[in-house]
């Protein structure tokens, strides 16, 4: 009996060490912070008001350009990544570019565009928690202008310009240009609190997780917008594209999380793999 008892105890004190080294590695240390930020929630809400704000901008703004641009519908199925059967399903849940412009009210615009704002915040708010800052003053609410802008701005880019993500130079640009905006975003919603060298893993890190969607939304989106779309019609389609605004969500906030664990930790492993190099280079008299 003793003996059990001495047994337990012993396995119950290795999983206790085992805890706590886990708790104190970067692993433990990245949950911990993914729990403090409440990154579901967050992707949820960046989904909810990215489907009822920028999809609409987006498609009134992808209309001023008919003869050269794509059109949201099109820019949207591409940018799911998914296949042309599923872009078609895609397709059919938008209006034409013409058609947008002709039926948009003033009052409709600017009520997206205060959604917009809200949109901003959230997104801010997100990286603030990630870095563990206070909230920006009320004053600094024209960096939301700012960045909204700069968002439209970047997205009809990527509508219009005719560059395919398939080619070598069109996978570069697009990766180049979405480390550049991610890097941008985090400075200026921050309000410069945080140093860009800081910044960088964080939207380097936004970029790879988005490549992966892209990969996941192929392999997994593209059959269930066509599943769902003969099961519940067109309701099934926008079930799909929220989850995916759920999952950009989940890039976003994800990312600069995890740039911020590579920031910390780097110089740390660094610093570990210096003192063992020194240590191996000792003379054995010196030890």
């Given at each position: 009996m003793l003996m059990k008892t001495s047994g337990a105890a012993g396995r119950s004190s290795l999983f206790a060490?085992?805890?706590?080294v886990i708790s104190r590695s970067p692993v433990g240390r990245g949950w911990r912070r993914s729990s403090d930020l409440d990154l579901v929630q967050r992707s949820?809400?960046?989904?909810?008001?990215?489907?009822?704000t920028l999809v609409p901008l987006l498609i009134i703004v992808s209309s001023a350009d008919p003869e050269h641009g794509r059109?949201?519908?099109?820019?949207?199925?591409?940018?799911?990544?998914?296949?042309?059967?599923?872009r078609e399903r895609v397709?059919?849940?938008?209006?034409?570019?013409?058609?947008?412009?002709?039926?948009?009210?003033?009052f409709g615009i600017v009520v997206l565009a205060a959604f917009g704002?809200?949109?901003?915040?959230?997104?801010?708010?997100?990286?603030?928690?990630?870095?563990?800052?206070?909230?920006?003053?009320?004053?600094?609410?024209?960096?939301?202008?700012?960045?909204?802008?700069?968002?439209?701005?970047?997205?009809?880019?990527?509508?219009?310009i005719t560059l395919r993500p398939e080619s070598?130079?069109?996978?570069?640009?697009?990766?180049?240009?979405?480390?550049?905006?991610?890097?941008?975003?985090?400075?200026?919603?921050?309000?410069g609190r945080v140093r860009w060298y800081a910044l960088l893993p964080g939207a380097v890190a936004t970029m790879v997780g988005l490549l992966g969607l892209r990969v996941f939304s192929l392999l997994v989106y593209s059959p269930l917008?066509?599943?769902?779309?003969?099961?519940?019609?067109p309701v099934g389609t926008v079930l799909v594209i929220?989850?995916?605004?759920?999952?950009?969500?989940?890039?976003?906030?994800?990312?600069?999380?995890?740039?911020?664990?590579l920031h910390e930790e780097l110089p740390r492993v660094v610093r570990a793999l210096k003192r063992r190099g020194h240590g191996a280079d000792a003379r054995p008299e010196d030890r």
């Open positions: 060490r085992l805890g706590r949820l809400g960046f989904a909810a008001l990215g489907f009822i059109g949201f519908a099109q820019w949207l199925g591409e940018g799911l990544g998914v296949s042309t059967a599923s397709e059919q849940l938008f209006t034409r570019p013409g058609q947008a412009l002709r039926t948009t009210t003033v704002l809200a949109f901003g915040v959230a997104v801010q708010s997100g990286y603030e928690k990630v870095w563990d800052l206070p909230p920006a003053r009320w004053w600094a609410r024209w960096r939301h202008v700012v960045w909204l802008g700069v968002l439209i701005g970047y997205l009809f880019a990527s509508a219009t070598l130079a069109g996978a570069f640009a697009a990766s180049l240009s979405a480390v550049l905006f991610f890097w941008w975003s985090q400075r200026i919603l921050l309000g917008i066509a599943s769902n779309a003969i099961t519940y019609g929220q989850s995916w605004l759920v999952g950009v969500g989940l890039v976003v906030f994800g990312g600069a999380l995890v740039g911020r664990l």
